[in-house]
Structure formats: structure tokens, C-alpha cells
């Protein structure tokens, strides 16, 4: 059952004190982008971090009123450690101000999964991504919670398992790739040395390159198929997108959706029981140092955020709704700090605390979905 609002927690700012936005951050500008439904553990903290739900390069300047009973609100987020009474589904909505002057609200759910949810059960986990899963900091944490009393037995299939990974850790996940690269890239002579790496799921067929998911699974797993898949994309898809010329923009969105779908048809073909779960593009750092010292005035933050946001209601749109399919959105974007989640020198790559942030939601939506399994 939805719990009903018991609690109204008001943010003045997230400063401290109401101000007046700047004229190029109109109401139009503000664009609140929130998920159907936010996921928690109880025991574990949980986040909604302001700046990542809002288009605006003052979010300092706004005021945020969040109306739960769960949670408080604090300068720059909305925070919870669910309590084991707090299992079940809570209302959530935020009122987004410009001093006294109303811009924009929308709600959501949250739902909190009990931590024994997969108390008893094997999941078989095959995690694909670019860099950020490439360093195997979130895999090996995500490992971590998994393998904590009363979660499930786990095991996580892939053929990459760097040097920094855990025991039994593995993955899919490669440096600058993008969802393009995974349905069509082929390498004929690979060195991970060189970072030189063919797709996983693409093999020579007469003398041409295939996508093929049931020989992957045949071939790299034993005959294994998992039971969920989580694909972590989308900068690399789109980070040189033109900000300022929306309609390419968009354009550019197509056809990265256009080569989504297509892997997603592919893994929902050779296993059709899976849960295919794609994680929202997570937000840039706060900081414009992270993007001087990474691209030296080429590419900015306010750029990468536009472009990440619109990606995030794009990818909203497309797949969500879509659970009787199979696939599922999880919002990896609202949980990552956007200032102490990063280092100062990096745009979008985070830190082992912002990592760590990105496995406590794709944690979570795991525990909601084997509780709703029960």
C-alpha cells in the first residue's frame, strides 16, 4: 500500500537562504526530471541529489520543498536509511522555487525492499557498460552488498575481469564503448594491452560480423543465461552531441535508442526470462575543473549536463512502462553526489564514493526485484 504524506521536510535553498534566479534560468530551463519510482534498502542510505533532477547552472539558487514520510531533506539532497518498519511504497513529491515564486513539481514512489529479500535464491548477474564499468569499483561493491548476511547467493558472468576485480567479480565493460559498439564491433585480432577489444557478443559468421547473444552465453558462460542484465551507457553515445541545436540533439538520441533496442531484442531473444535493465546516464560533476582538466575548454560541464539531461527524459520515455517486456529503468542518476561523488579533476568519471553510490541503486532495484518475486 502507498503510504499517504505525514511529513512536509522544506529546504529554503540549498544554501540557506531564497534567491532570485538568474534571467537565462527561466522556468523553461528548470526541465524536473524524476523516475516513476525510486528504489531503497533498509539499512542503506539512499539519495535524491537536487542538481540532478533540474536543468539549471544555479541550482545553489533554488529552493526545494520535498513532502514524504520518509526521509529529510538537507542543503543539496533528500536522504534516507530505511528503516526495517519503512518496507513497502511511499509518496514522494518535490516543489521546486525561485524564492516565492513556484517553477515546477512532480512526484514519485519510493519503494523499499526489505535487506533478506533474496534470502535463499542464486542470481546470475551480467553487468555491460563503458568505463565507469570498466574500473570495477561499483561491480565490486555491488559484489559486496550482495554477499552481506541475508542477501543471495550470486554469481556475475562476463569475460572481463580486470586486475582490481573481486573474487568471482566479472563484467562487460570497456573503455569509450557505447551501445553501437556492442551490437556491431569487431575485433579480429583483440589485446586487452592495447585496450584493443572485439564485442563479446559479436563473432565471424561466413566471413562476416554477427551479433550473436546465444552463442555468447554458449561460448563465454558455459551455457548460462542470467537472470538480469544491466547495461550502464550513454556518455560515450552522446557526449559530442551539439547542445545548443536540440533538434540534433534529439536526432543524435535516435540512434543511439535505435542500437539499444536493437541489443535489447537480441539478449530478450536468447533469454527471454531476463530482466533487462537500463540504468539512467549518470550526471556530470559539479565542478567545471573536472571538465577543464579532462578536456581543456573543448568540452564544459553546463554543455555535458544539457545533453545528459535531455538524455535521461529521453531514456525515461523509451524505456519505461516497459516491465511486462522485461525491461526496467533503474535511476542511477539520483543517487550520485554530484560534488563528494567526484574527484576535482574529473567530468564524468566519479570516485570510489560516488562508484559506490551507482551499486547501492542498482542494489536496491535488485532487492525490489527479487521481494516482488516472493
Keep these: 500500500m502507498l503510504r499517504l504524506f505525514s511529513l512536509t521536510v522544506v529546504m529554503v535553498s540549498l544554501l540557506g537562504h ?40 544555479h541550482p545553489e539558487q533554488l529552493r526545494f520543498v520535498v513532502s514524504s514520510d520518509l526521509g529529510t531533506a538537507e542543503a543539496g539532497r533528500w536522504t534516507v536509511t530505511p528503516a526495517a518498519t519503512d518496507v513497502g511504497d511511499h509518496a514522494w513529491k518535490v ?38 564499468t570498466h574500473a570495477t569499483i561499483y561491480p565490486n561493491d555491488l559484489a559486496r552488498r550482495l554477499s552481506e548476511s541475508g542477501m543471495p547467493a550470486w554469481t556475475m558472468l562476463g569475460t572481463h ?49 554477427k551479433l550473436d547473444v546465444p552463442r555468447y552465453f554458449r561460448d563465454s558462460c558455459g ?49 527471454p526470462r531476463a530482466e533487462l535493465a537500463v540504468c539512467l546516464t549518470t550526471p556530470p560533476n559539479a565542478r567545471e575543473s573536472g571538465f577543464e582538466a579532462n578536456y ?26 516497459r516491465e511486462t517486456d522485461g525491461v526496467f529503468v533503474v535511476p542511477t542518476e539520483l543517487n550520485l553526489d554530484p560534488v563528494g561523488g567526484y574527484p576535482d579533476n574529473n567530468g564524468v568519471h566519479p570516485n570510489a564514493t560516488g562508484y559506490q553510490q551507482v551499486a547501492a541503486s542498482l542494489h536496491a532495484w535488485l532487492m525490489s526485484r527479487m521481494d516482488s518475486a516472493r
Design 223 to 271: 551455457g548460462k543465461t542470467p537472470d538480469v542484465v544491466t547495461f550502464l551507457l550513454g556518455i560515450n553515445d552522446c557526449f559530442g552531441a551539439n547542445p545548443n541545436d536540440p533538434a540534433a540533439m534529439d536526432q543524435r538520441i535516435d540512434q543511439v535508442f535505435a542500437q539499444a533496442e536493437t541489443l535489447l531484442k537480441a539478449f530478450h531473444e536468447a533469454a
Design 18 to 57: 531564497p534567491l532570485r534566479v538568474r534571467a537565462e534560468d527561466s522556468v523553461a530551463d528548470i526541465r524536473l526530471t524524476l523516475p516513476p519510482v525510486g528504489y531503497a534498502v533498509a539499512g542503506a542510505e539512499m539519495n535524491v541529489y537536487f542538481d540532478n533532477i533540474v536543468l539549471t547552472q
Design 161 to 209: 575481469r580486470p586486475a582490481s576485480a573481486q573474487p568471482g567479480v566479472a563484467h562487460e565493460g570497456y573503455g569509450g564503448w557505447t551501445w553501437e559498439r556492442f551490437v556491431k564491433h569487431y575485433e579480429p585480432n583483440p589485446d586487452p594491452a592495447q585496450r584493443k577489444h572485439s564485442s563479446p557478443f559479436v563473432f565471424l559468421e561466413d566471413d562476416q560480423p
Design 296 to 321: 581543456k575548454g573543448k568540452y564544459t560541464r553546463w554543455g555535458w549536463k544539457r545533453i545528459q539531461h535531455r538524455l535521461v527524459q529521453r531514456q525515461l520515455q523509451q524505456f519505461g512502462g
Design 95 to 132: 516543489v521546486v522555487f525561485d524564492g516565492d515564486r513556484k517553477l515546477a513539481e512532480q512526484s514519485m514512489t519510493w519503494r523499499v525492499a526489505p535487506v533478506t529479500a533474496g534470502a535463499g535464491r542464486h542470481l546470475t548477474l551480467l553487468i555491460v557498460g563503458d568505463s565507469l
